[in-house]
DNA sequence: CTGAAAGCGCTTACAG
DNA sequence: CTGAAAGCGCTTACAG
């Protein structure tokens, strides 16, 4: 096998070269102040004359420390959960960690698979975005491991590290927005029953309009896929209903741009015939025809987050434990055409 | 440290349980036929009791081999990328294999640093797509290390495994397409002069040109950065000039998606004011608003013919060492609305 | 300031 | 079919 052929020189041949133990070899290393300069430079040097090669894994194996975080990541065709993944890779990389990625796809099977691989990898902490049905008890079964756990964006209880968003608020903003540009039809698109982030949403969006005493017709609430293929069936069922909503708020971007490329295979343009909200400004939002209204909660800031609260776990002693972080940013919303048709913006000049 | 706490129970602490030696207990774990059937059940038995998880790293020190496979990517912010990565990583995991990821966001520094981490990790084997600039030398001295390379979508000469896409083909089939389409003054956007993959793009635009002997103006070859916002600002060069271009080729969707949107903020629609042509296929293309005309090459296919060949290299022996494979994939178009107007359909429905 | 010794959790010849 | 022994490449008390 051509991965047997690999065996470069170990600490043990620096130290015949320099003429050390390999106690002293390891230390240098380490970069540790109890060894002489002089005897630190000469051990480099021979380190560096052999192409020495540090073997993270015996060290790890020996100090029983581990210098990897896994992540698990539920679904990469969505940009939002890319960002978050960069951001993520970038922090731990900063701090000297290396990121073992998995991604799920949504898929239960797989993410037991995977956590399995990790646990066997001897991760020192996970990020996990947890695919959809995932069951309460798995935070709790992954802390019983002995490793840190950081959940992200999907929220499972108080119990557990957890970086999210104030969904509730975000939607209540964007419906609030549609209220202010004049809509009372509002309806919501992509509707998950069961699902605890679509609960949440829908729930702001609720409650928005309920406190204009707005009627909400059950049938505007959609239940379709989070996908740009869910957002076009929500516009051909909103197209199908009279008296029709002027406004839809989507359950995220994905949605969102498969409702603006419905409505421009219609003939018509949102913002004028519909009026669109998405949710993650994902970075193409600022890039459709027309350019998307959406909530922007930050994934690099989030990401960042989530890897700070990890590393706290990883440098914190049993003594000074401190109790789980609930951190869920608060929304803004970023106002472009989808969600102004051009008599508002109008209106909205004149203000 | 919370990661100094761990330490579940070894094979020793199997062996004791189930009465056997460690020697026997790890025969079982690997699924020996050595070992006696009602012995082995017993192992497995006593290591289900105690909760037992193997120790990778531990093996791999040991076996001297390794079950981590590197990948190096270079821009997840383009969808493309993350296609390729997904189909690579659940190809690798199949095959009994953890990815570690890095993302180099085109940075040479930062590709550099990655590269260093991952051998320290000891990965069996490396997918790389370098960064931008990277020097011809890497790929020797990274097959110097004893590590396997498959170098994906950037190739970098003969002598390593690489994955591609036969670009200039790509090419000459786009440009023909505007050609076809009745199209004299075309233009390409995302040049970049130096990078092999742009100088084999234009390659295949300006060989289309020339075999049409159509004339190609310096500057309808614009050199604008690979993203949404090199995009915008072809359409601004293009409608500069005159007589101006009726039609663009570009680099990838991402810049194609920036053209698109630049013509709708200018009040123009592509396809009638400006036929457009991406490449990638990228699963935005087909939303995008018109739906974008792109060349695809399938990322989930290329992804998984780097993998396997990659596997390939771990399985032989130096004996049996098989040339390096330059596979590059013959890209199709797919034919959308972007680029072909009102006119030019009629006409081609009447063909 | 440096070295000798033990050991992390496994695998792999080698005996029997 | 199973066990005893050596060892992968490191780190970490412990001596001196």
Same mark, same amino acid.
């Given at each position: 096998?051509?991965?047997?052929?690999?065996?470069?020189?170990?600490? $043990?041949?620096?130290?015949?070269?320099?003429? /050390?133990?390999?106690?002293?070899?390891? &230390?240098?290393? $380490?970069?540790?102040?109890?060894?002489?300069?002089?005897?630190? *430079?000469?051990?480099?040097?021979?380190?560096?004359?052999? #192409?020495?090669?540090?073997?993270?894994?015996?060290?790890?194996?020996?100090?029983? +420390?581990?210098?990897?975080?896994?992540?698990?990541?539920? @679904?990469?065709?969505?940009?939002?959960?890319?960002?978050?993944?960069?951001?993520? *890779?970038?922090?731990?990389? $900063?701090?000297?960690?290396?990121?073992?990625?998995?991604?799920?796809?949504?898929?239960?099977?797989?993410?037991?698979?995977?956590?399995?691989?990790?646990?066997?990898? %001897? =991760?020192?902490?996970?990020?996990?975005?947890?695919?959809? #049905?995932?069951?309460?008890? &798995?935070?709790?079964?992954?802390?019983?491991?002995?490793?840190? &756990?950081?959940? /992200?964006?999907?929220?499972?209880?108080?119990?557990?590290?957890?970086?999210?968003? @104030?969904?509730?608020?975000?939607?209540?903003?964007?419906?609030?927005?549609? =209220?202010?540009?004049?809509?009372?039809?509002?309806?919501?698109?992509?509707?998950?029953?069961?699902?605890?982030?679509?609960?949440? +949403?829908?729930?702001?969006?609720?409650?928005?309009?309920?406190?204009?005493?707005?009627? =909400?017709?059950?049938?505007?609430?959609?239940?379709?896929?989070?996908?740009?293929?869910? #957002?076009?069936?929500?516009?051909?069922?909103?197209?199908?209903?009279?008296?029709?909503?002027?406004?839809?708020?989507?359950?995220?971007?994905?949605?969102?741009?498969?409702?603006?490329?419905?409505? @421009?295979?219609?003939?018509?343009?949102?913002?004028?015939?519909?009026?669109?909200?998405?949710?993650?400004?994902?970075?193409?939002?600022?890039?459709? %025809?027309?350019?998307?209204?959406?909530?922007?909660?930050?994934?690099?800031? &989030?990401?960042?987050?989530?890897? *700070?609260?990890?590393?706290?776990?990883?440098?914190?002693?049993?003594? @000074?434990?401190?109790?789980?972080?609930?951190?869920?940013?608060?929304?803004?919303? =970023?106002?472009?055409?989808?969600?102004? #048709?051009?008599?508002?913006?109008?209106?909205?000049?004149?203000?």
């Amino acid at each position: 096998m051509h991965s047997n052929m690999k065996s470069g020189p170990t600490i $043990q041949d620096i130290a015949a070269a320099a003429g /050390v133990s390999k106690s002293t070899v390891s &230390l240098v290393l $380490q970069e540790s102040p109890l060894i002489k300069a002089e005897t630190a *430079e000469k051990v480099r040097e021979a380190a560096r004359a052999l #192409g020495y090669v540090y073997n993270r894994g015996a060290a790890n194996l020996r100090g029983k +420390r581990s210098t990897t975080i896994g992540m698990v990541i539920n @679904d990469l065709t969505n940009p939002f959960f890319v960002e978050l993944l960069v951001a993520i *890779e970038r922090v731990l990389a $900063q701090a000297g960690y290396t990121t073992l990625m998995a991604h799920t796809a949504e898929s239960l099977e797989t993410q037991t698979r995977v956590l399995r691989s990790m646990r066997e990898q %001897n =991760v020192a902490g996970l990020i996990m975005s947890p695919a959809l #049905g995932t069951t309460d008890e &798995l935070p709790a079964e992954i802390q019983s491991w002995g490793i840190p &756990l950081v959940l /992200v964006m999907r929220p499972m209880g108080p119990d557990v590290d957890t970086i999210g968003v @104030d969904n509730s608020y975000g939607f209540a903003l964007a419906t609030e927005h549609l =209220v202010g540009q004049g809509h009372t039809r509002i309806a919501f698109a992509g509707n998950r029953k069961g699902y605890a982030v679509a609960n949440q +949403r829908r729930q702001g969006y609720l409650s928005t309009m309920a406190k204009h005493s707005l009627p =909400v017709n059950d049938d505007w609430i959609i239940d379709v896929p989070l996908t740009p293929e869910g #957002g076009r069936d929500a516009v051909r069922a909103i197209f199908d209903m009279k008296p029709r909503p002027t406004a839809v708020v989507c359950y995220n971007d994905q949605v969102a741009i498969g409702v603006l490329h419905e409505l @421009d295979r219609m003939g018509k343009r949102a913002g004028k015939a519909l009026a669109v909200v998405g949710c993650d400004n994902i970075i193409a939002a600022e890039h459709t %025809n027309p350019p998307l209204t959406t909530l922007f909660a930050g994934a690099d800031k &989030l990401g960042t987050i989530a890897s *700070e609260t990890l590393l706290a776990r990883l440098s914190e002693t049993s003594e @000074d434990e401190k109790p789980p972080v609930q951190y869920f940013a608060v929304p803004e919303l =970023v106002v472009r055409e989808s969600s102004v #048709g051009a008599k508002a913006s109008h209106v909205n000049a004149a203000a």
